[in-house]
């Protein structure tokens, strides 16, 4: 049964997406206390996270970002913050979804399935999949290889997932820029770039720099 993760500080809300998660198959847990948020949320380890933005002594916005460096988990950003910048902000900070309060259940619950489905098509039941010059651990976001282990950002994990997906054939910007935000309003062509290198380095860093080859005018292939 997959986890779900509730992190939302008004009481109603969280006891009611609570007791619905768990009508509708999910195993589900819940924050009341939000020190040390980050910590807790990792130890739990969850299938998806639902955070709120606006909690007492921890910033949503901040928690998103700095899991992203930690862990894939699918999160699910619901508040009642509703402008445009902070949308954007936790969609590059790495959220996955973003819904503002009040919101049909049954919309959030379309959403959690269509995004737990997304991600298991490719996890399945393994923590690791084999790329043949390397291993990606899903739950830990690394790259592995013999004994070096590297770290990677959500952003880096879904690049080389397409890649690995495509393995030896060209994937252009325009597909891997959809990948990364589901929406072409999303698109920054420079953040690609940025994320590209970043990719590039860290395959160096267990000694596989040249399989990220850029195709000019084309897009990028993985060896």
């Known amino acids: 049964m997959q986890k779900i993760l509730i992190v939302e500080d008004d009481e109603k809300l969280r006891d009611e997406l609570d007791i619905f998660l768990s009508n509708n198959g999910y195993q589900t847990e819940t924050l009341k206390g939000f020190k040390d948020t980050i910590n807790k949320i990792l130890k739990i380890n969850p299938d998806l996270l639902l955070l709120d933005i606006n909690l007492p002594e921890s910033d949503g916005e901040y928690i998103c970002k700095e899991l992203r460096k930690k862990s894939a988990m699918p999160i699910i950003i619901v508040t009642s913050r509703d402008s445009e910048i902070d949308e954007l902000l936790c969609i590059n900070y ?9 919101f049909n259940i049954q919309i959030l619950l379309a959403k959690i399935n269509s995004l737990l489905k997304r991600t298991n098509v490719w996890e399945g039941v393994n923590e690791r999949i084999d790329a043949g010059n390397f291993t990606i651990n899903i739950r830990k976001n690394t790259i592995e290889k013999n004994d070096k282990i590297v770290e990677l950002t959500k952003n880096e994990y879904k690049i080389l997932k397409i890649l690995v ?3 030896e054939k060209i994937v252009s910007r325009y ?3 959809k990948c990364l935000w589901d929406s072409e309003s ?3 062509d420079n ?7 970043r990719l590039r380095n860290k395959l ?13 005018g084309q897009g990028y292939i993985l060896k």
């Open 186 to 188: 999303f698109i920054d």
């Open 191 to 197: 953040t690609l770039t940025v994320n590209i290198t």
């Open 175 to 177: 597909d891997i820029i």
């Open 204 to 216: 160096g860093e267990i000694g596989l720099k040249e399989l990220l080859e850029t195709k000019r």
């Open 165 to 167: 997906q495509n393995r």
């Open 94 to 102: 790495g959220a996955d979804q973003y819904i503002t309060k009040p």
